[in-house]
């Protein structure tokens, strides 16, 4: 559970501007880290103001609009952190806590799939593999993935990805090294 702590509010925003405020969220670290929403409403007061002046006129009244709901993911969590040489972080890792998926995708194009995993983990690709290289002639492709989940944690993801024939789709086989089982566990389950 979050509960809000603090905002940094926008002064005020003249007709036709955008400025930016802020809500700071505070989690239960005793809580496991679990997706979650909320409902968004910005509150704010509305003044007529003489555009030759910029005096004020006549009463402000107050005003709400509904915005879109804020969605925190577990890769809401992650930082995206290099690594200098992956295979030998994978394999100093070790499969202790490795978790291993896999997962039919509905995507049409192997470049859409491999940019749709990284940005469903939050991780950072490693050794170029985070572009798919031209005439691949329908192989599948190798991603590497690394970050630093929040406690400091690494996080090491390896992802074959390969389209499934003619009807579409792909094939994403995933594996997942994290010093926490459970860690390893939530990167997983950030596929959709």
Not at 109 to 117: G, I, L, R
Request: glycine share 8%.
């Amino acid at each position: 559970a979050r509960k809000r702590v603090g905002e940094i509010a926008a002064e005020s925003i003249k007709y036709g501007d955008t400025q930016n405020c802020f809500t700071v969220l505070e989690r239960n670290t005793d809580e496991a880290l679990a997706p979650s929403s909320f409902t968004c409403e910005l509150h704010f007061n509305v003044v007529q103001v003489d555009p030759a002046t910029g005096e004020e006129e006549g009463d402000s009244f107050e005003e709400e609009y509904p915005l879109e709901d804020l969605e925190i993911a577990t890769s809401d969590f992650m930082a995206k952190v290099s690594v200098s040489d992956f295979r030998k972080s994978w394999e100093t890792m070790g499969n202790t806590n490795e978790v291993l998926e896999k997962f039919a995708l509905q995507f049409k194009k192997m470049e859409e799939a491999v940019a749709a995993v990284i940005d469903f983990l939050g991780m950072q690709p490693c050794d170029g593999t985070g572009a798919v290289k031209a005439n691949s002639g329908g192989k599948p492709h190798m991603l590497h993935l690394s970050g630093v989940f929040v406690g400091g944690r690494s996080v090491l993801a390896r992802a074959q990805i390969a389209m499934q024939g003619e009807s579409g789709g792909v094939i994403l086989k995933i594996a997942v090294r994290s010093e926490d089982q459970m860690v390893s566990r939530m990167v997983a389950d950030c596929i959709r």
